[in-house]
């Protein structure tokens, strides 16, 4: 409790700002797939000035996708590194061995498939550390075999919209009731988002802004969420995770580290392994609007289930996925860059392949 105080006494001076957009409605077995719009206003919370009269969205706000994960099995962009795939159909595993300096922090290997391209692959990492213009940091973890590799992980940045997922998160282990009502009387400053440009008084269910701020990482959603749910589910979720930061009255987005937000997305991971809300959830952030980052990478490859988020006046651009390879990873890449831009994207790419390339290399899983 004393952590909880703090925080929110530390936060209170925050400046909040979010990021990001995706949509639609499912059930919590299957999502139906929805087209949408994004929303790249991030500022802090007004009321909305207006006087529309109060309509209802009906059950389907939105038009199906053509991107669904059957679709993504027949698209030829799947990447592959040769050498690590022979090494791993070779099937000859050695205690794992890498000689070298690295910047980036790793542990829990055990025998690997080759060491020589697991070197190479840590050389990539370095590489990219090293000549990063931008603060960058990085946390991969595989629940399985309890290998984890790490990179600059005091370093606080802005959630954005990365906060969305593990919010949602707390409101569904906590048995939320999707049917509730609620009315968009309120909306995020700046935000051109679909929930902030429907009318005043517009009502929705509590599915349809989750739905909203996943897919289309809608700001307005998001802030009716907290506004009308609280945060103390929340809280008490990041007091159990062991991850040091927290929402309050007049915030929606806050400060973590890449590993506090790390294990909320492993958090995430466990949870659709244990109940359909969970599994609900991760359809939904395999159902995104903006897939340029991580998924851009793996996502012909494998299901990625990602949210990402973006600032533009702090210049945040980040990405956490759960990637359901084989052997399942999590990785979360947090950057101080231009957002939303193809280079500020690179970084994003190289780092899942080469995180594909060591998940693939791991011998006992």
Same mark, same amino acid.
């Given at each position: 409790?004393?952590k909880?105080?703090?925080?929110?006494?530390?936060?209170?001076v925050?400046?909040?700002s979010?990021?990001?957009?995706?949509?639609d409605l499912s @059930?919590? @077995? !299957?999502?139906v797939k929805s087209?949408?719009?994004k929303?790249v206003?991030?500022?802090?919370?007004?009321t909305? *000035?207006?006087?529309?009269?109060?309509?209802?969205?009906?059950d389907k706000?939105s038009d199906?996708?053509s991107? @669904?994960?059957s679709d993504?099995k027949? $698209?030829?962009n799947i990447?592959?590194?040769?050498?690590v795939?022979a090494?791993?159909?070779? #099937? $000859?595993?050695e205690?794992? /061995?890498?000689?070298?300096? %690295?910047?980036f922090?790793?542990?829990?290997?055990g025998k690997?498939?080759s060491?020589e391209?697991?070197? +190479?692959?840590?050389?990539r990492?370095?590489?990219?550390?090293?000549e990063?213009? &931008?603060n960058?940091?990085f946390?991969?973890?595989?629940?399985?075999?309890?290998?984890?590799?790490?990179y600059?992980t005091? *370093?606080?940045y802005?959630?954005?919209?990365?906060?969305?997922?593990?919010?949602? *998160?707390s409101l569904?282990?906590?048995g939320?009731?999707l049917?509730?009502v609620?009315? =968009?009387n309120?909306?995020w @400053?700046g935000?051109?988002?679909?929930?902030a /440009?429907?009318? %005043?008084g517009?009502?929705?269910?509590?599915?349809?802004?989750i739905e909203?701020a996943? =897919?289309?990482?809608d700001?307005?959603?998001y802030?009716?969420l907290v506004?009308? &749910? #609280?945060y103390w589910?929340?809280?008490n979720?990041?007091?159990s995770?062991? /991850?040091?930061?927290?929402?309050?009255?007049?915030?929606i987005?806050?400060y973590?580290?890449v590993m506090?937000?790390a294990?909320?997305y492993?958090?995430?991971? +466990?949870?659709?392994?244990k109940?359909?809300? #969970? $599994?609900?959830?991760?359809s939904?952030?395999?159902?995104?609007?903006i897939?340029?980052?991580?998924?851009?990478?793996?996502?012909d490859? %494998?299901?990625?289930?990602?949210?990402?988020g973006?600032?533009?006046n702090?210049s945040?651009?980040h990405?956490?996925?759960?990637?359901?390879?084989? !052997?399942? &990873?999590?990785?979360c890449?947090?950057t101080?860059q231009?957002?939303?831009t193809?280079e500020?994207?690179?970084?994003f =790419?190289?780092l899942? $392949?080469i &995180?594909?390339?060591i998940n693939?290399?791991?011998a006992?899983?």
């Amino acid at each position: 409790m004393k952590k909880i105080i703090l925080a929110l006494c530390l936060c209170a001076v925050i400046a909040a700002s979010g990021c990001g957009s995706s949509a639609d409605l499912s @059930s919590a @077995s !299957s999502a139906v797939k929805s087209s949408s719009s994004k929303n790249v206003s991030e500022s802090s919370p007004d009321t909305q *000035k207006a006087v529309e009269a109060g309509t209802e969205i009906d059950d389907k706000p939105s038009d199906d996708k053509s991107d @669904s994960k059957s679709d993504k099995k027949e $698209k030829k962009n799947i990447y592959h590194n040769e050498a690590v795939d022979a090494a791993v159909k070779a #099937g $000859k595993a050695e205690n794992m /061995s890498v000689d070298g300096y %690295y910047n980036f922090y790793y542990e829990g290997f055990g025998k690997v498939y080759s060491n020589e391209e697991l070197k +190479n692959c840590f050389d990539r990492l370095q590489k990219i550390c090293s000549e990063a213009n &931008f603060n960058l940091s990085f946390s991969y973890e595989n629940p399985q075999s309890g290998v984890i590799v790490s990179y600059n992980t005091y *370093k606080s940045y802005l959630t954005c919209s990365t906060i969305k997922a593990p919010y949602i *998160k707390s409101l569904l282990e906590n048995g939320v009731n999707l049917d509730e009502v609620i009315v =968009r009387n309120e909306c995020w @400053s700046g935000d051109g988002g679909t929930v902030a /440009s429907a009318a %005043y008084g517009t009502k929705y269910t509590a599915k349809q802004l989750i739905e909203y701020a996943v =897919r289309e990482s809608d700001n307005t959603a998001y802030y009716l969420l907290v506004k009308h &749910f #609280g945060y103390w589910n929340f809280n008490n979720l990041m007091y159990s995770l062991g /991850s040091n930061y927290y929402l309050g009255d007049s915030w929606i987005f806050t400060y973590c580290t890449v590993m506090d937000m790390a294990k909320c997305y492993k958090d995430i991971y +466990n949870f659709a392994e244990k109940c359909d809300e #969970g $599994k609900w959830l991760i359809s939904l952030m395999e159902d995104t609007d903006i897939n340029t980052q991580i998924t851009a990478a793996l996502g012909d490859k %494998y299901d990625v289930a990602h949210k990402y988020g973006s600032e533009f006046n702090e210049s945040n651009f980040h990405d956490c996925a759960v990637v359901y390879s084989d !052997s399942p &990873f999590i990785l979360c890449i947090f950057t101080d860059q231009q957002p939303e831009t193809e280079e500020s994207c690179k970084v994003f =790419r190289e780092l899942a $392949k080469i &995180f594909d390339d060591i998940n693939s290399l791991i011998a006992e899983k």
